[in-house]
Every structure is written in C-alpha cells, then in structure tokens.
C-alpha cells in the first residue's frame, strides 16, 4: 500500500521533481484495438510492476507484477482508456517510476480504397462536393463548418504543418528560432524545422493534434513529413524521419485521429503499418504511385492529387490500381475534377 501511495501522489500531483523520479521510461503504441508498452530501466532491476488506472478518474489504481518483463502488448475493446505508468524496483530494493502516460482505444477511421475525396485548403469552403472525404486546413475552417459537413455523413481530415514553420499560424510564436532550418523551395514563408528536437517540437505539435481533436477533426494529413530529403538546413537522416513520423502516427492514434502519410515514396511501405491512408502529389507525374500499392493491398485508401497532367494521362492506371485520384489546382481552391467525371468508369 504504500507503494501504491507513492504512485497515487505522483499520479495526481505529477511530482516531475522527486529524485527518483523519471529513471525508468515509458512508451506506449496503440494501434486499432492493440496497445503495445515498452520500458528500460539504466539500472539492474529486480522487479518491474505495472500500475494502471481509468482514464480520466484516476483511481482505483491497479498494479500488476511483470517481472523482468520490458514489452507487454494486448487487445482491449473500443473506448478503453487507460492511465499507465511502470514502477520498478533495484537490487537494492529502492522503487523507481517511470513517465506517466495515458491512451484511449477509439475507432480510428480507415478510409478504403476508391473513396471519394476533396481537399480543399483555401478559399470559401463548399460543402456541396459530393465526397466522401473532406480535407481542409485545421486552423482556417472554423469547427461550425466541420460540424457541419459531418452532420451530412462526411469525414473530415484536417490539414497540418509537421515539418515545416509557417509564419503566419497563430501558434507561429511557439517555434523557438534554433529548430527553424532553411525555407521550403518555393514557398519563402516557410522553414524546415528540425524533427530530432522533440523536446521542443512536441508541446506545438500535441496542441496542434488537441485542436484537431477539440474541432471535431476525423483525422489528420500531416504535411512535409519527408524533410530529410530536402536541404533542410539540419544534416536529418531516414532515421531521424522515421523516429518522427512514427511519433506523430503514435499521439494521433492516441487521441483517436486517424492520419495519413503524405507523400515520402521511399518509406510508404515501411510506414503504411502505422498509417491509416495516403495522400500524394503528382504521383503519376513523378512515376511514384505503385510505391504505395501496400496501402491498397491493406485495405487503406491512396489520396492522389495531379496539377498538370489531364485525366486521360492518370485516369485509366489510377482506376485499375484501385487509387483516389483527382486533377487539382495547385493552390488547392474548391476546384476539383474526379476521373469519373471526366468520363472514366472503373475496370
């Protein structure tokens, strides 16, 4: 019991300072209805416990003895929702805590193959497209208008910045000047930002993702999620991408959004397990489409926008591959031009 005590003061008061504190690390996953745990301690551990409790009333606290185990993966139904944290004790017999963390299993929405789709990130809104799938821009589209597209029965993904500044966002002050990298080819206004930081970027993004949550958003379309391919200003590796990338796929998940992995070919099907769709630029344009056939082969929509190429140089290989693709223009206004009214019917 007074273990349990000791968890439940630094459960509800959060007590970051005590010296014991933080040795022993926490990291979830949830994916679908499978919560995945993994902790390390630096020390020899006699004994790792783990407690848990519901999420958001705090109490009863459980606990439950793991041994030497560090992994731990299990399935719970839908709308569970957990607080968890890792104790363990030292050969020495002293009790160490880790992170406290917290999920909830929701349903995360899984658009399929073929569904139709907008995506339209600036001008008035029209909500008279008839789509399936609405992308808009998370900040600009008040929680009215998504509202009121998911009264009609559509799904709504909200566009946000992951991987670069944008200077006139409303949070734009919240970016500490040393995590800001070159601009973005073309678009001056924005700037790379370095991912590796997470210590900074973290609070941004997770406020980011909790308005997504606060507006109503379905899920999220993070966008240039593949700096380390560009001039960055930061020397950025596949594996710096990759441990970002999967971060923002782990705090969707957990708030119940569901996100898709925006272009980056090159790691489309080593990420698809942990996205939910695709989205991509002019993937016939740059012969980059089929890279992201896993997706389809998973029963996960690919989103596909070309600016230049007519529907009659995308259509038909779009439609036998089973790929949601549409003619845009480039500043994403309202227009749009499916392969079906273009003509095209499906094989």
């Avoid at 004790?89 to 009790?95: E, T």
């Amino acid at each position: 019991m007074k273990i349990l005590a000791t968890f439940g003061a630094i459960f509800f008061l959060l007590l970051a300072t005590a010296s014991w504190a933080g040795e022993v690390s926490l990291e979830l996953e949830v994916s679908g209805q499978k919560v995945t745990a993994r902790w390390e301690a630096p020390f020899e551990v006699r004994e790792f416990i783990l407690f848990y409790a519901p999420w958001p009333k705090r109490s009863p606290i459980e606990s439950v003895p793991l041994g030497s185990l560090k992994e731990l993966s299990v399935t719970l139904p839908y709308g569970s929702a957990y607080y968890v944290a890792i104790g363990a004790f030292d050969d020495l017999g002293r009790f160490y805590l880790s992170n406290i963390e917290y999920f909830r299993v929701l349903e995360i929405y899984q658009p399929p193959p073929g569904v139709s789709w907008q995506w339209q990130l600036t001008g008035e809104l029209d909500l008279n497209v008839p789509a399936e799938l609405f992308d808009v821009d998370l900040f600009e589209t008040p929680p009215e208008v998504i509202s009121a597209l998911k009264a009609r029965g559509r799904k709504v993904i909200c566009y946000l910045n992951a991987g670069a500044y944008e200077a006139w966002r409303p949070d734009a002050a919240s970016f500490p000047e040393e995590i800001l990298g070159r601009p973005l080819e073309g678009w001056p206004q924005e700037r790379w930002l370095d991912i590796r930081r997470l210590d900074l970027l973290a609070p941004i993004m997770e406020a980011r993702l909790d308005l997504a949550v606060e507006k109503g958003c379905d899920g999220i379309e993070p966008d240039n999620i593949d700096g380390y391919l560009n001039a960055t200003g930061f020397p950025l590796t596949r594996e710096d991408q990759i441990r970002y990338n999967l971060w923002l796929a782990r705090e969707a998940h957990q708030r119940g959004l569901s996100i898709g992995l925006k272009n980056n070919p090159e790691l489309a099907c080593e990420l698809e397990p942990y996205f939910d769709w695709a989205l991509l630029e002019e993937c016939f344009t740059y012969g980059e489409c089929e890279n992201f056939l896993c997706f389809i082969s998973s029963g996960k929509a690919v989103l596909v926008a070309e600016y230049e190429l007519a529907p009659e140089e995308f259509c038909p290989q779009a439609l036998r591959l089973g790929l949601s693709a549409i003619k845009k223009h480039l500043d994403l206004d309202a227009y749009r031009l499916t392969c079906e009214e273009a003509g095209f019917e499906h094989p």
